[in-house]
């Protein structure tokens, strides 16, 4: 079955702890995302990539980083976490052509 | 999660009726747009698309009307179900910039009336 698939589903964490949400998909897609979702502001994008070692910034990318060390997985990094990143995060998948991204379940991350 | 409906304009609809959902989007350059459904806990999922040289596209119980004059875009489902239920928005991509440059509107919630 094709999917994108993200570790945690949940967390709760304290400021300045560092932690990493794992994503991984089964599509051999090369274009990977991350996003956050806050009620009122929609989806906004925090990175992407293009393709493995290819990473670019997004709409709101302070406070994160990613890598892309292998094709099916992009990590999502908070290297010092702060109660404004508190958010539901859902990583997004899809190939090549101009074709419709595939979103993971989403993780609910509470940064106290 | 549920914390995503809140805050976003209620469409009200009897089980039956047909929905129409709009969406106004801002970038005259953008080609190619996606409506998502995103249920309760869930990610977004894909319902349809439409690129700006068409200015309706039908899918199965959903049609999507583009008018580029007044950059709008609406959805619409015909003999609305319960399980239809769900926050959508519309996602609009330039022909410039690649297609990473997505924008997402901030999404209507539609509650069905059984």
């Known amino acids: 079955e094709a999917q994108v698939t993200q570790n945690p589903r949940y967390l709760i964490t304290v400021t300045g702890k560092k932690l990493t949400v794992t994503c991984s998909q089964n599509?051999?897609?090369?274009?990977m995302s991350w996003y956050r979702q806050d009620p009122g502001l929609g989806l906004r994008q925090i990175y992407y990539?293009?393709?493995?070692?290819?990473?670019d910034k997004g709409d709101v990318p302070e406070g994160y980083k990613v890598s892309r060390k292998e094709k099916r997985n992009f990590p999502l990094i908070l290297e010092s976490p702060s109660p404004n990143q508190t958010s539901l995060y859902f990583c997004?998948?899809?190939?090549?052509?101009?074709?419709?991204?595939?979103f993971g379940p989403g993780t609910r991350l509470t940064v106290l | 999660g549920e914390s995503v409906g809140l805050h976003l304009p209620t469409l009200s609809v009897q089980e039956g009726d047909n929905s129409i959902i709009n969406c106004a989007y801002s970038?005259?350059?953008?080609?190619?747009f996606i409506w998502y459904k995103q249920e309760s806990g869930k990610g977004p999922q894909f319902i349809i698309d439409?690129?700006?040289?068409?200015d309706k596209r039908q899918g199965q119980r959903v049609t999507v009307l583009l008018n580029k004059t007044v950059k709008h875009l609406s959805l619409q489902i015909a003999a609305t179900q319960p399980g239809d239920s769900a926050v959508y928005f519309c996602?609009?991509?330039?022909?410039?910039?690649?297609?990473?440059?997505?924008?997402f509107g901030t999404g209507t919630k539609l509650q069905v009336i059984p």
């Open positions: 997004a998948s899809r190939g090549l052509q101009r074709d419709t991204q595939y």
């Open positions: 599509m051999n897609h090369e274009y």
């Open positions: 990539s293009m393709n493995v070692e290819v990473t």
């Open positions: 970038n005259s350059a953008s080609d190619y």
């Open positions: 439409i690129r700006s040289n068409m």
């Open positions: 996602a609009e991509i330039p022909n410039s910039g690649g297609y990473q440059k997505v924008t």
